[in-house]
């Protein structure tokens, strides 16, 4: 074994906020499945999110609109992690979505 991973949940949404500036969460997989529910729990909460899904636009417009629907901002980005080259101008457009959510601060 080379490392090892340590992960922790807390299952308490009450603190998803910066100086009282709330977070922004990015989920992978968003359109479907633990994804999209983590989504729409998120935005249940008020926390925006910006999620990635592979295939299906349509799915991952249906999010966007539960979410908007549930109280909060959601952007969906085409990504295929499988695909390395679909990686090169991803940075590029979380930046984008970020500005379109008036981040002012992402950590």
């Known amino acids: 074994m080379i490392g090892s991973l340590s992960f922790s949940y807390n299952s308490s949404l009450e603190n998803m906020s910066i100086n009282g500036s709330p977070r922004i969460a990015i989920v992978t997989g968003g359109s479907r499945g633990l ?8 935005a249940a909460r ?23 629907s549930a109280g909060a901002e959601s ?5 295929d ?7 090169v101008d991803f940075t590029t457009r979380v930046r984008a979505a970020l500005a ?8």
């Not at 994804?35 to 998120?42: F, I, K």
């Not at 992690?81 to 990686?87: L, Q």
């Not at 379109?100 to 950590?107: G, I, K, T, V």
Request: charged share 25%; no cysteine.
């Open 35 to 42: 994804g999209r529910s983590t989504v729409l729990a998120l």
């Open 75 to 79: 952007v969906a980005l085409q990504l």
């Open 81 to 87: 992690t499988g695909d390395a080259s679909s990686f």
């Open 46 to 68: 008020g926390v925006r999110s910006i999620f990635t899904f592979r295939r299906n636009a349509a799915a991952a417009g249906d999010v966007v609109d539960a979410a908007r």
């Open 100 to 107: 379109d959510l008036d981040a002012e601060r992402f950590d």
